[in-house]
């Protein structure tokens, strides 16, 4: 059958880049006799404006009958003051994840050489950074129970933060695996001396670390490891964590590879894959053509390799992302003096017209 794909642009600047990722798709099986069929959706801030919910059944039933999902960004300043059962980011995206089974983000943050200038950081400190974080996804505070209550002077507010024994294991398994497809060690981040859900979490990964004798296991404190991030990044090759830590902690890991908008994301552990890039869907620039379709482009690609077994055509819209920074071309947050600026869709143009060219000279 003709592989589908969900597409859902969502708000802000998704509806800009989305298109960019589709058209680096598309160049990539163009010597490939099945092509993918997209069916585009509605979810989030723009899912309320349309029909009044932000994850409406229609969106629901398509994702959950597709081979894979396209999201782009969720959410903005229109929407804050919703009631938090209507906010496209805890009623639209969470519930998304919990339905599909995504239990695990696979978020790489790998600095392209072309780019050490462009972070904010020494040259020397982040040259050769190669890190994947793999985060809890459907467990922890995002998901506990929550309550506000009345007191005599203002309220109570209370969120749970609760870990199984099973979720901890299925996503340390994950990570482990995933360590030895790369360097062969992995960093378990938690604050054991402070929660007690993360004593649990430490017990369990370091009884199934026994079944990984091949990987270099540590262990790290959330906050020790944020401090790390910066000054020692090229010390990890994998960081497992829970799904708060993990949030927060890839966000950082972002400014290793220049800006939020070079970071992809997958989103795995059901039989539907979820695809987006880390960003948020920055309002502040939507529609003005300064998004970078990077972060949305690359996380096609791994989509082309995780959910369709497409190698080859993922390592493609890698090497042409990897060209077209060669050759100078910027978007605004990675701008440089001396490169050429280019807006969203030229962007997308440009690394489209590289991949057709990678997959025609690879044969």
């Not at 058209?23 to 989030?44: P, R």
């Not at 948020?280 to 998004?291: L, V, W």
């Not at 003096?337 to 869709?345: F, S």
Request: charged residues 25%; negative net charge; glycine residues 8%.
């Amino acid at each position: 059958m003709v592989p589908r794909i969900a597409v859902l642009p969502g708000d802000g600047i998704g509806t800009e880049i989305i298109p960019q990722a589709i058209k680096a798709i598309q160049a990539s099986t163009v010597k490939c006799q099945e092509k993918f069929i997209f069916t585009e959706a509605l979810v989030g801030g723009a899912a309320i404006d349309a029909v009044g919910v932000p994850l409406p059944d229609e969106t629901l039933e398509l994702c959950l009958h597709s081979d894979a999902v396209l999201l782009g960004a969720i959410g903005g300043p229109k929407w804050d003051n919703l009631p938090v059962a209507l906010r496209p980011e805890a009623a639209a995206l969470l519930p998304l994840r919990k339905e599909l089974g995504l239990f695990a983000n696979l978020r790489p943050a790998f600095l392209f050489p072309e780019l050490l200038q462009a972070s904010s950081l020494k040259p020397e400190v982040i040259q050769g950074v190669d890190l994947l974080v793999v985060r809890e996804l459907t467990g922890g505070l995002y998901f506990g129970e929550k309550k506000r209550e009345k007191l005599d002077r203002g309220e109570r507010a209370v969120d749970v933060l609760e870990y199984t024994t099973y979720e901890i294991e299925r996503i340390a398994r994950l990570a482990f695996e995933a360590a030895r497809r790369r360097r062969g060690k992995l960093t378990s981040v938690d604050k054991a001396n402070v929660l007690e859900s993360s004593r649990l979490w430490r017990e369990v990964v370091s009884r199934l670390g026994r079944e990984y004798p091949d990987i270099e296991l540590e262990h790290m404190y959330v906050d020790n490891c944020a401090m790390q991030l910066i000054r020692n990044p090229r010390q990890f090759d994998g960081i497992v964590t829970e799904n708060m830590f993990g949030d927060i902690l890839t966000d950082e890991a972002s400014m290793l590879t220049g800006s939020l908008g070079m970071l992809p994301s997958a989103s795995l552990g059901g039989k539907v894959g979820l695809y987006e890039p880390s960003h948020g869907s920055a309002p502040d620039i939507a529609g003005q053509g300064k998004a970078n379709p990077l972060a949305a482009i690359l996380s096609a690609a791994m989509m082309l390799r995780y959910a369709f077994n497409m190698e080859k055509e993922a390592m493609a819209v890698e090497a042409a992302v990897r060209q077209v920074l060669a050759e100078g071309y910027r978007t605004p947050d990675i701008m440089e003096a001396g490169q050429r600026l280019v807006n969203t869709d030229e962007m997308g143009d440009l690394v489209a017209g590289k991949v057709e060219e990678v997959v025609v000279q690879w044969g």
